[in-house]
């Protein structure tokens, strides 16, 4: 899947000090760093309900993105580039995650990696792989601060040097020598940086 061209520049994604359940952060994140977020919530919610990628769009395009759902406002999106990212993201997972297992720890393969980071994992996977419309940097500095939307320890640090790493191999004419580094390991699953982010990760 190629993608849409993109029509907006790329300046990262929001502050790590945005939540993905802050109210007060909602008016501060962009629509493409919402539409990552929501991206990854469906992923999330894909994996735990089983349900198919036309009817994960359709329920958050209709009751999630720029919606207050319990309490929680969600922040508004880009919705061509959402639907490239769920998409591209399901139909390309048959060649992300070797990719993604390559650049993981030896023995934490991406399916012992807890459920929301491995949706980050891959979404930010299929934008460098198959977005090459999207600046190397700008895609993994997004998918850091979503991960920080959701965890305070050291899953950002993962998500950065995992997604650099893959970054790397798929486009190494826009990243510098690899720098000799131990791959990381798997992190635990943690609550999110505040009550109300981890609660939109479960419930979206």
């Known amino acids: 899947m190629t993608g849409t061209p993109d029509t907006q520049p790329e300046n990262g994604a929001a502050?790590?000090?945005?939540?993905?359940?802050?109210?007060?952060?909602?008016?501060?994140?962009?629509?493409?760093?919402?539409?990552?977020?929501?991206?990854?919530?469906?992923?999330?919610?894909?994996?735990?309900?089983?349900?198919?990628?036309?009817?994960?769009?359709?329920?958050f395009e209709a009751?999630?993105?720029?919606q207050e759902v319990d309490g929680?406002?969600?922040?508004k999106a880009e919705t061509a580039f959402f639907r490239d990212l769920l998409r591209g993201t399901v139909e390309e997972q048959r060649a992300i995650d070797p990719k993604l297992d390559q650049a993981l720890a030896q023995g934490w393969p991406l399916r012992r990696i807890?459920?929301?980071?491995?949706?980050?994992?891959?979404?930010?996977a299929y934008e460098l792989m198959f977005r090459p419309d999207v600046p190397v940097g700008a895609a993994i500095s997004a998918y850091v601060d979503v991960a920080h939307s959701f965890y305070t320890a050291d899953e950002p640090g993962l998500v950065n040097a995992v997604l650099d790493r893959l970054a790397r191999e798929v486009r190494p004419g826009e990243v510098g020598a690899a720098k000799?580094?131990?791959?990381?390991?798997?992190?635990?699953?943690?609550?999110?940086?505040?009550?109300s982010a981890k609660t939109s990760a479960n419930k979206a």
């Open 180 to 195: 000799a580094s131990s791959k990381p390991g798997s992190s635990k699953p943690l609550s999110g940086k505040s009550g």
């Open 63 to 66: 009751f999630w993105i720029g």
């Open 15 to 59: 502050s790590a000090e945005t939540t993905a359940g802050s109210n007060a952060g909602t008016a501060k994140i962009s629509l493409r760093s919402g539409a990552r977020l929501a991206v990854v919530q469906a992923l999330y919610e894909m994996d735990i309900s089983g349900k198919g990628v036309l009817d994960a769009l359709a329920e």
């Open 114 to 124: 807890e459920i929301v980071l491995r949706a980050i994992l891959r979404a930010g």
């Open 72 to 75: 929680i406002a969600h922040p």
